[in-house]
């Protein structure tokens, strides 16, 4: 299911504070990376995860080579990696954070299998969303067209 309650969804940004991102880039043009920033500077902990880039910083945390590395709670595991990659970071998640709340996939990526793995286990799904673009329009932050320039025109 995609077709998520603004309440649903609002809910999970507001009660999960914790976000691993898996799949994140240092390269500050791609999404994964302004997304997980973005998270960062509403006040979210983001915890980055990529083994191409483990060691190293980003956000201020350490890039951890994968959720199994990570050495405290995680409320919710954002994916930013291509939909058959995802029952694996799926089953690794649910071992790993017994207290986890949610399983967010990115734009473009969706797992039915894999999803109701994770229902079954009562932890909240999301997928074929950005939590960026959700706490933009669910908070306040969109503005004429869709953008969150943060310029407002007194022409418009």
Not at 34 to 50: Q, T
Not at 62 to 77: E, G, R, W
Not at 136 to 154: N, P
Request: charged share 20%; proline share 6%; hydrophobic share 40%.
């Amino acid at each position: 299911m995609t077709d998520y309650s603004d309440s649903f969804l609002k809910s999970i940004l507001q009660r999960n504070r914790t976000i691993a991102v898996v799949g994140v880039s240092m390269n500050p043009v791609r999404p994964s990376y302004y997304v997980a920033r973005y998270l960062g500077l509403k006040g979210y902990r983001v915890i980055p995860v990529n083994p191409g880039h483990a060691g190293k910083r980003l956000f201020g945390e350490v890039v951890q080579p994968s959720l199994s590395a990570i050495q405290q709670p995680v409320d919710m595991v954002d994916i930013f990696r291509r939909s058959d990659a995802v029952p694996p970071i799926v089953d690794e998640a649910l071992e790993v954070f017994p207290e986890l709340k949610c399983i967010w996939m990115q734009i473009g990526v969706e797992h039915a299998a894999a999803a109701a793995k994770a229902e079954a286990r009562g932890v909240d799904v999301v997928q074929n969303r950005c939590p960026k673009i959700e706490y933009q329009r669910l908070f306040g932050e969109l503005r004429m067209g869709g953008f969150a320039t943060g310029i407002i025109s007194s022409k418009l």
